[in-house]
């Protein structure tokens, strides 16, 4: 009974000492992100960008989330020696140093070292130089991360790169509404990476109808332009099923934007053979906002409703094949929302040449690429799981520490008692007399001696009952069924003992898997409720429901197998000893029987 109570106290400690390990963990935690630790020790370089949106940097005064910047690597800024052949060991974190960012690669050329990178950032604070976020490269065994659709927003339902050497143009959002029919050239060089060229007599780029192209909450439209010369009028893009429809076209140098029956002034004209980035936001019940180059140029009132495409987008003209424009374009983005004005200076001064909105510093050198893949895996997975996992992880690591001390001790109790019913059977083998036997401390642990002490003190007690002057050498056949009675109650007891908290394993077995199936469903619930939250299907929304659901799975399984093989080898040995009571219970009455048997 003692042994039992000491082992609940140990239990009663680990259980304790789980929040409080944890405590530290957090506290250590804490410490290391307020001291800039290294984000994963397999990075070799990491880099800081920051983002200037002072008077003196992109002068952008309100605050952007969610923003797609693109980053722009070469010679002067990035040693492309440092880092994988094609970029996949690029690796963006926010500020903390702990959260990763979406990002995907349009262009990564090590010899011609240049690099156009997107990532989504998720603040920049109006008119701060206090936001930043970091680069890490310089690891060989890194996976490629990209993730195209998670770079951007729910709202954002086409973009195009036109990175493509050839084909229809890709459209980098999840949404996938790639360009259907394409007759330009691609492969010319732009202001970011390639562009296309449209010949002003055929050329256009079609999408299809799909639901993702709704305007009904707001629409925008930006790109960069780069006409070829001053037209009449041509379509930058356009929709119309004759009925109703949107229009972004650019007269004689001027760009103006249509709405049914809104139309906006035309703003300032635009030198031909020259790049303009040139945006058009519409919102329902507010304006029309045509952007040149960053800043508002032409307005119009808008009404309370949007039209809904109810045909095929187009740009670079219209759907007859009419407004055809001549010219180049590059990085065309169509939203369901209308973005703000902030927006479009952001992407003038983050993506046109010789930006004010980025600064690339200083290289820095840590981690040492030491790190096994494995254990850099299994952070990584640490930092996925949720609340929910944990306590689902906490519960089944409870467990199996439990059972490992139960298995421990049991081991070693088993040990014990059989060596002392080996050294007990050896001696009683050699007595004549089989009530002789003389209490040896090497019986201590002996499961077989206590059966045998207790058939002893059985007919000792009747002894002590009777008259001294008596013949004792017979025992009567009364007190022999008691004797036969009193030693398989003793065997019972020795088994009873041998079998406690035997429980515990059998609930690690049958209880563990469950648990873990409770972590499992309880993840799977949390990653479509992510999902339902950000609106969207990406990794960052499915990741930590996953690994939280997987983790609590594994560890479910943590506690069962090893609950398992325990229980086997414990119920084995048990079996041989609860037989060797049984064996040693008939041979002993066997033999008291025939040295004291009588017929009394």
Known sequence: MREEVRLMKNVMKVRWSRPLMAAVAALTMLHAVSAHAWWEKKWEFRKKIAFDLSDKGAGIKENLADVPVLVRLHAGNFDFTKAKDDGSDLRFMAADDKSPLKFHIEKYDPKQAIALIWVRVPQLAGGGTQDSILLYYGNKGAPAAADAGGTYDTGQVAVFHFGEKEGAPHDATAYGNHGADFAGKLGNPAVI??????????DRLVIKRSPSLNFAKGFTFSAWAKPASAQPDARLFSFSDGKQGIEVGIAQGSVYARVDGATTGRTPAINPQSWHHVAVTAEPGKRLVVYL??????????????PSPTADLVVGGTQTGGALFAGEMDEVEISSVARPAAWFTAAVAGQGEGGKLTAYQQEEKGGGGSEDLTIHLMKVIARSITLDGWLVIGLCSFMLVWGILIFIRKFFMLQKISKSNKYFMESFGELEDPLALEEDEGFSDSSLFR???????????????QDPEKDLAVLPRSILHNFRATLDRASTTESHKLSAWMLVLTLGISGGPFWGLLGTVWGVMNTFASLAESGEANLSAIAPGVASALACTLFGLFVAIPCLFAYTYLANQMKYINAANRHFTEEYAIKVEGAYGGTQ
């Open 293 to 306: 180059d960053g800043r508002e140029a032409a307005t119009a009132n808008l009404g309370a409703s949007m």
């Open 193 to 202: 990476g390639s562009g296309a060229t449209f010949n002003g007599t055929s």
């Open 451 to 465: 059966v045998y002490q207790a058939g002893f003190d059985e007919i000792q007690r009747w002894v002590d009952r």
